[in-house]
């Protein structure tokens, strides 16, 4: 297998607790603080980044959400975070329980592997 010339992409896992703020908003509310507060900060701030939320306070009374941001590079995660640390959302909406960053298949590249992952149908 060819190495890799390209540095993979960054997948960071931030668990989050809601704070008793963002649970007096109504639905409406937060999902307008989420669009005209975090995403415009994102955007303005940095490029090559996804994400997805999970909901698990279903589960899980420390961590009430995941969110999985990919970045394209490790500049682009340190772009997200300094973009998050300076909206509502860091510490004030949610506070920001753990951050788990990785590289998804890393032991593979080092070691010029293929991955080994399951696939059930």
Do not use: C
């Not at 668990?15 to 994102?42: G, H, N, S």
Request: glycine share 4%; charged share 25%; aromatic share 14%.
């Amino acid at each position: 297998m060819p190495a890799e010339t390209t540095e993979p992409p960054i997948t960071a896992f931030m668990l989050v607790k809601t704070t008793p703020e963002w649970l007096a908003m109504t639905v409406r509310e937060r999902v307008d603080a989420f669009t005209t507060q975090v995403v415009p900060a994102i955007e303005a701030r940095t490029t090559g980044v996804r994400s997805r939320f999970y909901d698990t306070e279903f589960y899980s009374a420390r961590v009430t959400d995941v969110w999985v941001w990919e970045a394209d590079d490790h500049h682009a995660y340190q772009l997200l975070v300094d973009a998050l640390r300076e909206t509502p959302f860091w510490d004030r909406y949610f506070e920001v329980v753990d951050l788990l960053v990785g590289v998804e298949n890393g032991y593979a590249r080092t070691y010029g592997l293929d991955p080994v992952a399951t696939v059930t149908t």
